[in-house]
């Protein structure tokens, strides 16, 4: 399996779409899609059970394609690459300045 360019915990920026240009963390990443905080939120009806005694209308995060964010690094959003380092060991850089993220 290919190494996601985002990662859970990341900043990202939505780029298209009703919430563009809103920041946010990243919830989860799933099979090319991911859940920022904050961002396409979605109203869920819940059937009452025991967990949930009253049920009702909640409003939680779903999920939406990959290539509707961009990485926020510094506050200005960049694309991710690659780079293998010299002990081998393959880490994501900033394709604006060259900078490790992680």
Do not use: C, P, W
Not at 65 to 77: L, P, T
């Amino acid at each position: 399996m290919a190494t996601s360019k985002i990662k859970k915990g990341d900043t990202v920026r939505v780029i298209t779409g009703v919430d563009k240009g809103k920041d946010g963390k990243v919830i989860e990443v799933k099979n090319g899609k991911v859940k920022v905080e904050g961002v396409n939120i979605v109203k869920k009806h819940l059937k009452a059970n025991q967990r949930n005694t009253k049920g009702g209308i909640i409003e939680q995060e779903a999920f939406f394609d990959i290539s509707n964010v961009m990485y926020v690094m510094d506050g200005r959003v960049t694309r991710v690459g690659f780079k293998i380092e010299e002990d081998k060991k393959k880490v994501r850089i900033a394709r604006t300045n060259g900078a490790v993220i992680d």
